[in-house]
């Protein structure tokens, strides 16, 4: 489709509307803390939708929609186990974490780490690095997104998408801190959700209903309206890895579970964990009900999807030009698509900038390093992050959702076993953790390799393993954990105490 | 019901309302004092 007035005026108005965000944000930036963790000032809303709008992507649009399209309710355990993840990162990390943070002024989960494991290069640095390796996969993901909603709307090449996008994204999350994340992300959040709660029952409606959808559906194929396929990629063990892998892999993600050190008081977390599953499970099902209504409306003839590799990514907005035959709305719509995008966007860049400027730099490397320098740094790498990143999405994947969970994959494999371990398991130690950590992301990458690339090596055919892939590396990372642990030294007992490590939580 | 097979209502909906469950029990029981 070709660019309107009236859709150029919505987009440009949004992307205005978060530039001045970062300009307001700017002006509350005085140190570092400020920059990365919003001077632990976050209220119980901006908390909650700023945790929506880390975990809400691009896949929550147009990958949720179009898995649906592609797979059917097999796959609708996404829609309870993304949103469980919030919940999972509040209760089994964030209380740990916020407490010990209070007296030890953590700013990023490395900082934990770096104390729990008594590591202050070593892990900190692995860590580090592991986290800037995912996150940057994560990004180029992200980026394919946004990159895909402005091709549509505005019938430009990749490349000049792609550099809009990542622009506004970088000059207000470089300039105004997790400060102008954290709002941005509230007015991210309220419009993806207000507008999907709105746009989908439209959706389903104009398909001819949610009833007819499914009929639909199993008319096509019963493993469809199933809620495993047995044939299929979503058999019952995938499904039990995918929600591993979704619910744990997306809570021990650095870019997430940092918002929990930016809170202003810890009874937040009492109904945190509620309030997200409710609000974005809902947003989410109804998502998930339109890729479906996609699916009938190709089926039924009503309009074709484009001729590309990854046409499923795009059923929703073909769904919503349909369904809503109305110039303003396909320009309010691409900001509800933009809005679920940039709110992880902004918080990937934010946390790579962190764990440059803050674990890197400032504390390894230059420990004298003086706080407005880290502060520079931490815009630099911000800026430097987002054009790296658009470069490599200049090629985007197949599709999108395989891209996003390859990077939670890599995620849960090197970060789930540390983190659990660490404030659960007093026998867990150093040496465990290392070796934890750097198995768990280098076999995950080698997985991952295998299975996007459809490798057959050793007899086994590794595009049709039983499990996701990074179900194996975790379980890699788990033994290496137990193993390394039990042979080596254990920590302290002053350190065990002073990070609250044990089978509890403090309530 | 909603043109969908008993098992996938049955096994959707008991997961919803554990998980609902659950959280609605931490929020009762957590009392978070800083």
Redesign the interface.
């Known amino acids: 489709m070709a660019a309107d007035p009236v859709t150029i005026a919505v987009v440009s108005l949004y992307f205005i509307g978060m530039l001045a965000i970062g300009a307001w944000a700017s002006k509350k930036i005085k140190n570092t803390e400020d920059y990365l963790v919003a001077g632990r000032s976050l209220g119980f809303w901006v908390f909650v939708l700023l945790m929506i709008g880390t975990v809400c992507s691009g896949m929550s649009l147009l990958g949720v929609s179009g898995l649906g399209y592609k797979a059917g309710w097999p796959t609708i355990w996404e829609q309870i186990f993304v949103p469980l993840s919030i919940g999972f990162c509040v209760i089994f990390f964030g209380v740990k974490l916020h407490n010990v943070a209070k007296t030890s002024g953590y700013m990023t989960v490395q900082d934990y780490l770096a104390h729990r494991y008594e590591s202050p290069v070593a892990l900190r640095s692995l860590a580090a690095v592991a986290g800037i390796i995912v996150s940057m996969i994560y990004l180029v993901g992200q980026y394919t997104a946004i990159a895909i909603v402005l091709m549509w709307l505005f019938a430009i090449p990749l490349w000049l998408a792609l550099i809009i996008a990542t622009l506004v994204t970088m000059v207000y999350t470089a300039i105004g801190g997790l400060y102008a994340v954290a709002w941005a992300s509230l007015i991210q959040s309220v419009i993806l959700i207000v507008g999907v709660i709105i746009m989908a029952p439209i959706i389903i409606f104009y398909a001819g209903g949610f009833t007819h959808v499914n009929e639909v559906m199993a008319s096509i194929n019963p493993n469809l309206v199933m809620p495993w396929n047995p044939s299929g990629a979503f058999a019952v063990p995938y499904i039990f890895s995918f929600a591993i892998l979704l619910m744990v892999g997306l809570a021990c993600a650095p870019h997430v579970i940092n918002n929990v050190l930016s809170i202003r008081d810890v009874k937040y977390f009492k109904w945190a964990p509620l309030a997200a599953f409710l609000i974005y499970g809902a947003a989410m099902f109804l998502l998930k009900f339109s890729g479906f209504a996609g699916l009938t409306m190709v089926k039924e003839g009503i309009f074709a999807l484009p001729a590309v590799t990854n046409a499923q990514d795009y059923v929703i907005l073909y769904g919503i030009q349909y369904s809503i035959p109305t110039i303003a709305f396909w320009g309010i719509f691409a900001v509800i698509v933009l809005a679920a995008v940039m709110s992880t966007t902004d918080r990937l860049m934010l946390t790579i900038g962190a764990m440059v400027s803050w674990d890197l730099y400032k504390k390894v490397l230059r420990p004298d390093a003086s706080d407005k320098n880290v502060l520079l740094l931490s815009k630099i790498v911000v800026v430097l992050s987002a054009i790296s990143t658009m470069i490599l999405a200049i090629n985007p994947p197949d599709m999108l959702a395989i891209l996003i969970w390859m990077g939670i994959g890599v995620m849960l494999s090197t970060f789930a076993v540390p983190l659990l371990a660490g404030m659960y398991w007093r026998g867990a130690t150093r040496q465990g953790a290392l070796a934890a950590m750097s198995l768990g992301l280098v076999t995950a990458l080698i997985f991952g390799f295998l299975n996007y690339f459809k490798v057959v090596f050793a007899g086994v055919n590794f595009a049709t393993i039983p499990l996701h892939f990074s179900f194996y590396s975790f379980v890699i990372a788990i033994i290496a954990m137990i193993v390394v642990s039990i042979a080596t030294k254990k920590t302290t007992e002053k350190i065990l105490d002073e990070t609250q490590t044990g089978w509890y939580i403090s309530k | 019901m909603?043109?969908?097979?008993d098992?996938?209502l049955l096994?959707?909906g008991i997961?919803?309302v554990v998980?609902?469950a659950a959280?609605?029990y931490?929020?009762l029981?957590?009392?978070?004092?800083?």
């Open positions: 909603f043109g969908l097979p098992i996938t096994t959707v997961t919803i998980v609902i959280l609605v931490w929020g029981t957590f009392e978070g004092h800083d």
